[in-house]
């Protein structure tokens, strides 16, 4: 079938998840959690006697957040190949795709702006970075659910989803116990 749309819901490459079970959108989780609870952590080392173990918790969630947000990225380059070229998916995609690499980036330079110096409260201008491209992260992350939710990227199709709204008959049972 030559549809863009029925195209768009099949996978490029097993390594993009099955049909139906695109990967991308289970590991994004991993860069978005990660990232969120360094903001956290940063928060909080200005809030306690002992800052330290804090900062080298944020760290390390943002250490965490790089290498799954590679991750992530890899799978949904396999989804945007399914997007054919030219379609306000295609546009929405590249966005999203460019938001989430910039925001990687940005995750990648704290890390090396951290690195050096991992004790007491963690800087405001680290905070601030850090606050920014969380801000720019949910952003992508209403791009990447309007792929999915509007646009249908890489979900079944609707056939394939009426499935699990068909009634099936109840079982018969004499005089009201059970099976």
Known sequence: MDDPQYLAKQPVSPLAGSYGHPLHPILATVPIG????????????????????????????????????????????????????????????????????????????????????VTGAVDLGQIALSAVSLACLAVSGFLGGKLAYRYGVRVADERTQAEGFARTPRPHTDQGGTP
Not at 80 to 109: C, D, Q
């Open 34 to 117: 990660a990232w969120t609870g360094s903001l956290v952590f940063d928060i909080a080392s200005h809030l306690v006697d002992d800052p330290d173990f804090l900062a080298k918790g944020s760290l390390w969630l943002i250490g965490v957040g790089v290498i799954g947000a590679l991750a992530a990225a890899a799978a949904g380059f396999l989804d945007l190949l399914a997007i054919p070229p030219g379609t306000p998916a295609f546009r929405t995609a590249l966005v999203h795709m460019s938001l989430n690499l910039a925001v990687t980036l940005a995750y990648a330079i704290g890390f090396g702006w951290r690195m050096g110096d």
